[in-house]
């Protein structure tokens, strides 16, 4: 079992810039990917990005983010970072950290996620 713990999260103005943290313990080898999402007032968790643990560290981002959110890790500290630039007002949302153990199982070890409010 991982424990997912996200941190980093506040209050902005529109074109700041946050980094968050997901922190992770446990049986960390297991996992395959780490990826972030989204929930936003009144809607559905949506994908934000996500990095495969090992190798090169492939990445995928949600189109809404692309080129103003970036997706790093550091093994050695079992840490994955979302760097977010450029802030909007519709980026604010509950961002929450999971796992994934194989390339097509689900996403799961749910963090207990941390709020970012970006003000327009």
């Known amino acids: 079992q991982v424990q997912l713990v996200e941190s980093g999260g506040g209050l902005v103005q529109a074109g700041d810039s946050l980094r968050l943290s997901c922190a992770a313990s446990?049986?960390?080898?297991?996992?395959?990917?780490i990826g972030w999402f989204r929930q936003a007032p009144g809607k559905e968790r949506e994908f934000v990005a996500s990095?495969?643990?090992?190798?090169?560290?492939?990445?995928y981002y949600a189109d809404s983010v692309k080129g103003r959110f970036t997706i790093s890790r550091d093994n050695a500290k079992n840490t994955v970072y979302l760097q977010m630039n450029r802030l909007k007002p519709e980026d604010t949302a509950v961002y929450y950290c999971?796992?994934?153990?194989?390339?097509?199982?689900?996403?799961?070890?749910w963090g207990q996620g941390t709020q970012v409010t970006v003000s327009s």
């Open positions: 999971a796992d994934r153990v194989t390339p097509t199982a689900a996403f799961g070890s």
């Open positions: 446990g049986r960390t080898f297991s996992r395959y990917a």
């Open positions: 990095i495969s643990w090992s190798g090169g560290g492939i990445t």
